[in-house]
């Protein structure tokens, strides 16, 4: 395959585009879910890596823990 064809999973020339998240997220609870490289869903339990594919329905069903906001601290704070 010609190196202008990697475009659709990579930002071109083996380089992960900035729109392709890399996930470490876990689920909390079991989940069904097909990821992009199967063509079946598959059964997820409590603890399973979820793929970055399935992160946005996984936490719309309650399956992720919810995103923890980053906190920033005040120099008031001190």
């Known amino acids: 395959m010609a190196p202008d064809r990697l475009h659709d999973q990579t930002g071109g ?43 946005r329905a996984a936490r719309a069903a309650g399956a992720l823990a919810p995103e923890k906001k980053p906190t920033t601290k005040n120099k008031s704070d001190d």
Request: with cysteine; glycine share 6%; proline share 16%.
């Open 13 to 55: 020339f083996g380089r992960p585009s900035p729109s392709m998240e890399i996930s470490s997220m876990k689920f909390i609870k079991p989940f069904r879910g097909a990821p992009k490289s199967e063509a079946f869903p598959r059964e997820y339990k409590a603890g399973d890596e979820c793929p970055p594919e399935l992160e």
